[in-house]
């Protein structure tokens, strides 16, 4: 009966994580696509089929790793969409919109969650003594999760560290020198990002920023 139990809170923890990144990586692409790159298309990742998205490491060992470690906040990431910004009809406008495509999909995935969430709580009283209670609760769970990791997600990529898509937009007004520079620490993004969450700066970072945020869409 507990590793049933155990089983089921990864379930409803993995679900709308993969989601989540897949929705991430789907708008990147929808967005260039639109702006005039065809490269992700191409690619066939204009797809909501999260095997198309589905990195090991980001989708599914770095959050295994978190909640193993007690960390407070559980986010991943998927495959990067191939993006092509010399193929936009317009270069700025393009990386702008492009970057923060995968950012906007999080914030709208997290308000739709909530939304959902408040529907199911206002009719709790008519499937609580049902037989689909224990579904009803599972789906509750998700949502929860939901809002929790597109909060996450969305604070974590609009932090300027390359290659996090908060960085590019950044990059994008920065003089041609300076950008050319900052861009040139993307090789040792991953490095950084790990540092600082060995030193538990990032999640301090997020916390500062997503805590509102989730505490607002739950309603607390």
Not at 34 to 40: L, N, V
Not at 78 to 86: I, Q, S
């Amino acid at each position: 009966m507990s590793l049933d139990i155990e089983l089921n809170k990864w379930v409803v923890m993995l679900v709308p994580l993969i989601l989540s990144v897949t929705c991430h990586e789907v708008a990147h692409g929808y967005v260039a696509y639109k702006m005039g790159d065809m490269t992700a298309k191409l690619a066939g990742r204009l797809t909501l089929n999260p095997i198309y998205h589905l990195d090991i490491v980001g989708s599914i060992i770095l959050p295994l790793l978190l909640k193993l470690s007690g960390s407070p906040f559980i986010f991943g990431y998927a495959k990067p969409v191939p993006v092509n910004p010399y193929n936009f009809h317009n270069f700025k406008k393009g990386t702008i919109y492009v970057s923060a495509a995968g950012v906007t999909a999080n914030f709208i995935l997290a308000v739709l969650s909530a939304i959902i969430l408040h529907i199911f709580i206002y009719f709790e009283k008519s499937w609580a003594t049902t037989l689909l209670k224990p579904i009803i609760m599972d789906l509750l769970y998700m949502l929860i999760n939901s809002i929790i990791i597109n909060s996450v997600l969305a604070v974590f990529n609009l932090i300027p560290i390359p290659p996090l898509d908060g960085s590019r937009i950044l990059a994008i007004f920065l003089p041609d020198k300076i950008r050319e520079s900052f861009n040139s620490i993307e090789r040792f993004g991953l490095i950084i990002i790990m540092i600082l969450l060995a030193t538990d700066s990032l999640n301090k970072v997020i916390n500062f920023f997503a805590t509102p945020l989730i505490d607002f869409l739950l309603g607390k």
